[in-house]
């Protein structure tokens, strides 16, 4: 039978257990309360372990979460503070592996802490804004304890049955909201040249933040675009709305928008409310390899670092600054390159630190987070190189065109001795 408690009322001792094992629902599904009152509650307790993928409420910072050891697949969000002060146990994995890690018991779930919509007539409440891992989690837990919302819209899609849910903590606040990123000259060109890729009737996948924006902004003269992503934001509502997104030319889930995560405000949560043009899927369906591979027309959209000359993908980290994360890059990337009349698109700005550092580099300051050989295109503002099937030797040279002009006479020389190598 579920505890139904109100937020004043919720005592964790008497449901965790020194040492256990916490996963909360992540980004904009954020379960605020219980996360507010693990961050309260937790030292009397001891030992307890966190996970979250991402964060953008700002409530975990290495003061708050002092009483609880936190980790996540990386710094994506307000999470970058914490890696700032080495408060953050960073587990390299693509988040479709979340849930079979959590599955497997390799990530133990012995708390599952989420964040769920009001019931609908027959006891399922909606995962609301986010549904990649949290179902994994439920299954696994020994304890669910769920933040029950009334500000969360009920979306189609995953649901969690009430007779799953141990303790109910019902509660009436606003979820956590992303503001939609300023969009500037550079995103602006980086979106122009990304935007030639994308036809009538391709499918998307593509992030949040301001060159995603910037491009959906471009494709209002499209017809019949489609979506199947891993997180949407404010930007699908305009399409929407233009009578773009319709979806019609998808081999699966017709009519339909898949996606795994709403990151953006109200006007989205309201938008995707009781819509039967959008479903929320786990990441088992929303990043499957097998699922991908049925559709045509994809284009993936992911953002990167820094690039080498080779094409290897950076997306994680500069030297000893944890600053992103794998997320669903390497799954999406795969898929946009094979994808019959897609493309994968690898995006970034040419340079960083207010002009005084490439972006397109000799060699990588951190980890490989996507391999050439899955690379597809790489865009700046300066245009877009096509990498897939060249040579070591063309690649470099197609980098270094895309890259600042500040840079390309160093880059030159480097691109020069892989010509000569051959490698």
Known sequence: MTIKLAASELDLSRFLK???????????????????????????????????????????TPESARSFRLSSMGAI??????????????????????????????????????????????GNHSCGLISDYVRAAVDKA???????????????????????????????????EVAPAKIGPTDEAIARHCAEFIGDGAVLQTGVGAVPDAI???????????????????????????????????????????????????????????????????TSYTHDAGTLSRLSRLVTINSALEVDLTGQVNAEQSGASYLGGTGGQVDFVRAGARSPGGASLMVLASTAKGGSLSKIVTALSGPVTTARTEVDVIV???????????????????????????????????AHEIEKRGF
């Open 380 to 414: 700046t503002e300066y245009g877009a190189a096509r990498l897939k099937g060249q040579s070591l030797a063309e690649r470099a040279k197609r980098l270094v065109a895309i890259a600042h002009p500040d840079f390309r006479e160093d880059l030159s020389r480097t």
């Open 18 to 60: 020194p040492g256990d094992r916490v996963v909360f629902g992540q980004a904009c599904g954020e379960p605020t309360t219980l996360v507010e009152a693990l961050i309260e509650q937790g030292e009397a307790i001891g030992g307890l372990h966190a996970f979250i993928a991402t964060s953008f409420s700002g409530l975990f």
């Open 216 to 282: 959906l902004r471009l494709l209002h003269d499209r017809k019949d675009l489609g979506v199947h992503s891993g997180m949407l934001g404010d930007g699908l509502v305009d399409l929407a709305e233009a009578g773009v997104l319709t979806n019609a030319r998808k081999e699966i889930d017709r009519g339909v928008s898949v996606n795994g995560a709403l990151i953006g405000t109200r006007r989205l949560y309201d938008w995707a409310a009781n819509n039967p043009a959008i479903r929320m899927t786990p």
């Open 77 to 122: 969000g307000a999470l970058r503070s914490m890696t700032k002060a080495n408060a953050l146990d960073v587990i390299p994995v693509h988040v479709s592996q979340v849930a079979c890690l959590i599955e497997a018991g390799i990530m133990p779930c012995d708390v599952a802490m989420i964040q769920v919509s009001p019931a609908d007539a027959q």
């Open 142 to 176: 020994r304890v669910v304890i769920a933040e029950v919302n009334e500000q969360v819209p009920y979306v189609p899609g995953e649901t969690i049955p009430g007779a799953l849910i141990d303790v109910a903590v019902h509660v009436s606040r606003a979820p956590v």
